[in-house]
């Protein structure tokens, strides 16, 4: 089912700085990206997703990139929060969000 | 309440029991999706239903593994003879579902379970 390539495993920035984390897909079929945040002992949540008709998407601090021939996409995090330190998953799916498939996750710390 | 219940919160059972966890999803959800997560992974995909019927269950990892919707609301993910590597985190998760749905998933807080 690893159809969905993240990295980094881990990440540590300081307060304020930019995260970037990275995901690859193999599925040309998927047309939904979207980005979960998880707190331990917490579900994932919905942070922004995307569709391929656009290359980038905003949302307050964070943005997606969207590069649709390289098959990749990524989250940039702007002005970093202590608030921000949970695990970031990637996703795709298709069509309305069937059968979501997860990255392995990054493991986010922003530092103080 | 308003989002996703799952109980039990915590299941520690024996090698070899039979294991029932609850899904409660947003009211309204047509679809409803069973994931498990172990530590430091992903959520990986077990099963999707629309309605009350299981769309696509390829993620089931063998027949120890069965999910029941009846009434189209409440799940129940059931797993027989369990093993030790059964041990994870099943989370649940519902959406609108359909083509014109957000695609966006609502995940409850998840059934951790321990095998001994």
């Known amino acids: 089912q690893q159809q969905v390539k993240q990295s980094p495993q881990s990440l540590i920035v300081q307060k304020g700085g930019i995260s970037i984390i990275n995901c690859a897909y193999e599925n040309t079929a998927f047309d939904y990206f979207p980005w979960y945040q998880q707190f331990p002992g917490k579900g994932p949540a919905l942070l922004i997703a995307i569709r391929p008709d656009v290359s980038e998407k905003k949302e307050g601090r964070f943005t997606i990139s969207f590069n649709k021939s390289a098959k990749q996409f990524s989250l940039h995090i702007m002005d970093s929060q202590p608030g921000d330190s949970a695990t970031y998953f990637c996703a795709a799916s298709t069509a309305g969000g069937f059968k979501t498939i997860f990255g392995a996750g990054t493991r986010l710390f922003v530092k103080a | 309440g308003a989002g996703v219940s799952q109980t039990p919160s915590n299941k520690v059972t024996e090698k070899g029991k039979y294991v029932e966890l609850r899904c409660d999803p947003i009211?309204?959800?047509?679809?409803l999706y069973w994931y498990r997560q172990s530590l430091g992974q992903g959520p990986e995909f077990l099963i999707y239903f629309q309605g009350t019927g299981a769309a696509d269950d390829s993620g089931l990892p063998n027949d120890r593994f069965f999910a029941v919707r009846p009434e189209g609301s409440v799940s129940t993910l059931k797993i027989q003879r369990t093993e030790r590597g059964d041990s994870a985190v099943y989370l649940c998760?519902?959406?609108?579902?359909?083509?014109?749905?957000?695609?966006?998933?609502?995940f409850g807080e998840g059934s951790r379970l321990t095998v001994l």
């Open positions: 998760a519902s959406s609108s579902g359909g083509i014109r749905g957000t695609g966006e998933l609502f």
């Open positions: 009211s309204g959800h047509t679809a």
